[in-house]
């Protein structure tokens, strides 16, 4: 009879412990940082300033890409985050002292044309650009940053807009109509009946 309990005690704890032993070695998923949305975080060592969510919506041609990200600054002072990305001047964006800059909500998001670049760069939907940014007296870190499109309804106002063609005439600029659609004219024939 002891020998039946001392078996099923036996049996229990190895079954307790097999049920129960893989997260021992296995990592909790909870535990791990990671991007709670469609764009990244930049980590710490880019300086004083938090950039978060930060994603570049572009247009059906890959040419057009508005950067969107929020730009969050604790400290008490303001800072004026770079933003580079290969072959374009870089952009500078002033944080003011405790506040958050929001490019595409509260201020308008930066518009980049991949036709200034000096060299190949495209904002193809589904890719990564990498993107440098850095503020006050960090080091600043490149990120590979998604490219999205304006497929969901609430990235749609964000897809930058293609700049119509202009015609040029006599130094002022108008910008195209729609073409006239001509009228039926009565033919001749009809016309010489009375």
């Not at 041609?61 to 600054?73: D, I, P, Q, T, Y």
């Not at 990498?130 to 998604?146: I, R």
């Not at 807009?161 to 006239?180: F, G, R």
Request: one cysteine or more.
């Amino acid at each position: 009879m002891k020998s039946r309990l001392v078996a099923s005690v036996v049996l229990s704890a190895v079954v307790l412990t097999g049920a129960t032993g893989c997260t021992f070695i296995t990592p909790q998923a909870s535990t791990i940082a990671y991007s709670a949305s469609d764009g990244v975080n930049v980590a710490d060592s880019s300086g004083p300033v938090a950039i978060r969510n930060a994603m570049i919506i572009a247009d059906e041609s890959g040419e057009l890409g508005n950067l969107v990200a929020a730009f969050v600054n604790p400290t008490g002072e303001d800072v004026v985050v770079t933003v580079e990305l290969q072959g374009l001047e870089p952009f500078e964006v002033e944080v003011p002292a405790e506040e958050t800059v929001s490019l595409g909500a509260n201020e308008e998001p930066l518009l980049l044309d991949s036709a200034d670049a000096d060299g190949d760069l495209s904002f193809a939907p589904g890719s990564t650009v990498e993107v440098y940014f850095q503020s006050g007296d960090g080091t600043g870190d490149a990120v590979s940053v998604p490219v999205l499109d304006g497929a969901l309804p609430y990235y749609s106002d964000l897809v930058p807009e293609s700049a119509e063609e202009e015609i040029v005439l006599d130094d002022e600029v108008t910008v195209p109509t729609e073409t006239p659609v001509p009228t039926d004219k009565p033919d001749a024939s009809e016309s010489e009946e009375h």
